[in-house]
């Protein structure tokens, strides 16, 4: 924890968001070592195991009432821990259909024939429409979540980010941000714009990559930037080939983003981010 911390600080970072792998003893650590501000907290932090499963397999969205109470459950454990260490955020994945909905073979078909380089817009038609067809039950869950969520975050000071999803069959989609988001104030709900999972829906054909930041009356509250490689992301900036630049556009009006890549990327590519970053816009 506090070597992290001390790591990320050398590199030229400000801030540190927790992840939702992160143990709670890590957490304690990071926080007690205050060398870094820990800026937001990404739910369901800390990583606890449910039923022999880290608890972000549970599904916000879930039409089982008991599934869906256990995750609000961790996700306020989240909430509560960005209180306690003056986190200005947590970022939320609003859960996604069930895995009996048939969107979850077609996304998968659909990224096979993509990664086989064979045609698959038409495979990816077929899963977007289905995705639509069976989102209702599961975005009314995940509306009730939400306003459970607000209920606590709005009391501590903390605003809920809606992550953009690197899946078909996740929470939210672009047409579905405005109705989340309707009723809140954006110092409650925003859009948190995830660079790599926007990128990865956007190659597959299901949106346009900067749909998020054209659907009314919602607010980007932060962004994960990463690079991505054909379809996999978390890749370090400038390891990938994303237009990064084309995303800081959309971006300028943050204050700060968080570098999200994954613990294998070379450190040197670690530090040298920030320059690169700031060269592109960011």
Same mark, same amino acid.
């Given at each position: 924890?506090?070597?992290?911390?001390?790591?990320?600080?050398?590199?030229?970072?400000?801030?540190?968001?927790?992840?939702?792998?992160?143990?709670?003893?890590?957490?304690?650590?990071?926080?007690?070592?205050?060398?870094?501000?820990? $800026?937001?907290?990404?739910?369901? !932090?800390? #990583?606890?195991? %449910?039923?022999?499963?880290?608890? @972000?397999? *549970? +599904? /916000?969205?879930?039409?089982?009432?008991?599934?869906?109470?256990?995750?609000?459950?961790?996700?306020?454990?989240?909430?509560?821990?960005?209180?306690?260490?003056?986190?200005?955020?947590?970022?939320?994945?609003?859960?996604?259909?069930?895995?009996?909905?048939?969107?979850?073979?077609?996304?998968?078909?659909?990224?096979?024939?993509?990664?086989?380089?064979?045609?698959?817009?038409?495979?990816?038609?077929?899963?977007?429409?289905?995705?639509?067809?069976?989102?209702?039950?599961?975005?009314?869950?995940?509306?009730?979540?939400? $306003?459970?969520?607000?209920?606590? !975050?709005? #009391?501590?000071? %903390?605003?809920?980010?809606?992550? @953009?999803? *690197? +899946? /078909?069959?996740?929470?939210?989609?672009?047409?579905?941000?405005?109705?989340?988001?309707?009723?809140?104030?954006?110092?409650?709900?925003?859009?948190?714009?995830?660079?790599?999972?926007?990128?990865?829906?956007?190659?597959?054909?299901?949106?346009?990559?900067?749909?998020?930041?054209?659907?009314?009356?919602?607010?980007?509250?932060?962004?994960?930037?990463?690079?991505?490689?054909?379809?996999?992301?978390?890749?370090?900036?400038?390891?990938?080939?994303?237009?990064?630049?084309?995303?800081?556009?959309?971006?300028?009006?943050?204050?700060?983003?968080?570098?999200?890549?994954?613990?294998?990327?070379?450190?040197?590519?670690?530090?040298?981010?920030?320059? /690169?970053?700031?060269?592109?816009?960011?």
């Amino acid at each position: 924890g506090a070597e992290f911390a001390r790591f990320a600080q050398d590199a030229g970072y400000d801030a540190i968001e927790i992840s939702h792998s992160t143990p709670a003893e890590k957490i304690e650590a990071i926080h007690a070592a205050n060398i870094l501000p820990i $800026a937001s907290v990404h739910q369901p !932090a800390p #990583l606890r195991q %449910v039923g022999g499963r880290p608890n @972000s397999n *549970l +599904n /916000l969205a879930a039409i089982d009432e008991d599934e869906r109470k256990l995750a609000v459950f961790h996700t306020l454990d989240s909430i509560r821990l960005a209180g306690e260490v003056g986190a200005d955020a947590v970022i939320v994945h609003l859960g996604h259909l069930g895995g009996t909905s048939r969107a979850w073979a077609g996304d998968r078909e659909a990224r096979r024939l993509f990664a086989a380089g064979t045609p698959h817009r038409e495979a990816a038609g077929r899963a977007l429409a289905v995705r639509l067809a069976d989102a209702p039950p599961y975005l009314e869950a995940a509306r009730k979540t939400l $306003a459970e969520l607000v209920e606590v !975050a709005s #009391l501590l000071g %903390v605003t809920l980010g809606l992550e @953009s999803r *690197l +899946n /078909l069959p996740e929470f939210p989609l672009p047409l579905e941000l405005p109705a989340l988001v309707d009723g809140y104030t954006p110092e409650q709900v925003g859009y948190w714009h995830d660079v790599g999972h926007a990128e990865v829906l956007w190659r597959m054909g299901y949106i346009d990559r900067f749909d998020w930041f054209r659907e009314p009356g919602v607010r980007c509250a932060g962004a994960h930037v990463h690079d991505v490689t054909q379809l996999t992301d978390h890749r370090a900036p400038g390891a990938g080939d994303v237009e990064l630049a084309e995303h800081a556009r959309h971006l300028s009006g943050l204050d700060a983003v968080t570098l999200e890549i994954n613990q294998h990327q070379p450190e040197e590519q670690v530090r040298m981010t920030i320059p /690169l970053l700031r060269s592109l816009g960011f």
